[in-house]
């Protein structure tokens, strides 16, 4: 069955063949949906016929946004630690383990609940791709659990066992444990292997550490991803681009080496604003990134301790505010870039043969995203469902 999506203001598609710029925008457009796939694109007065039609009355409609950095699968509440942060503490990922505490704590139940939870949040804000990391289990057991859950809801599943060494535990060997059996037991329903690479942190990763762990996560056949340079410039994006990870995420302390490591990479940069934001840090510097022709993402990093957002939204409207993104590449960041981070073809753009995933803002451009901050405009566009 096909639907036509008529009545379309504005379209923003990342497609550059329809105005020669990034965001590849239409006025008065339409599309054609069948089996979940875009089956045509253009201008509504070009549209063919449809089995069904659907208009949407003028509205904007952009690619339904990719959140390429969450940790939603956790039990607890770290609310007070953000009290004490806007107080003047400063964050060094000490709070993680309370969160562990509490997770490991949780049943399988509880934990699908919040985690189905949470993903409705963000769909209903536009976002329709959506990675999902582990890191608040840290034994294999809970490891293990937290990704079964997540690979029963999401395709974007990423392991991260390496997120701090639990308290109580030595780091070489939870360092040879993550390598080890956990990885054994975590792979099988991971794309995707992460570290918290972050010296500046008594409870995260070094250099060595990091390139331990990620080079077994390669051999297993994981793709890989980074957190770096979130609280202090550091060896996460340089070891990033070394091994060619697909995504360096925080990137907030850079060194000129950095940004012309990453430059010439096919590592893309995820910046993540709603961390500076909640831990009350200097933002990353995306003009700086994009100067040097850095491929920059967004996302919200959705996680209870520095980030508890679940707004795609939010993160475009901080990065065109506090980052100096103009909103379109704020838009291209949180879709087509944040598609990059995860080597995703299919997602992040509207183009014929793509996934339909499509959000629609209730304004008549997408530049209201940043205009009208915190207002609820986007949510993810339900189309027909597969014949
Ligand atoms: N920095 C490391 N990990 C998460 C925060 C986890 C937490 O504090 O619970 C992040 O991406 O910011
Ligand atoms: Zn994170």
Redesign the pocket.
Known sequence: MATLITGIGELVTNDPVHDGTPLGVLHDAALVVADERVAWVGRAADAPAADERTDVGGQAVVPGFVDSHT?PVFAGDRSAEFAARMAGERYD?G??AA?VTATRRAPDDELRRGLVGRLAELRAQGTTTVEVKSGYGLTVADEERVLRLAAGVVEEVTFLGA?VVPPGTQRDEYVRTVSGPMLAACAPHARWIDV?CEPASPHAFDADEARTVLGAGAAAGLGLRV?GN?LAAGPGVALAVDLGAASVD?CTYLTDADVDALAGSETVATL?PG?EFSTRSPYPDARRLLAAGVTVGLAT?C?????YTSSMPFAIALAVREMAMTPAEALWAATAGAARSLRREDVGRVVVGGRADLALLAAPTYLHLAYRPGVPLARALDVAPRS
């Open positions: 940790h990922g709070g993680i969160t997120h918290f957190h979130q925080h993540l961390v990093d996680n209870p301790g520095t980030s």
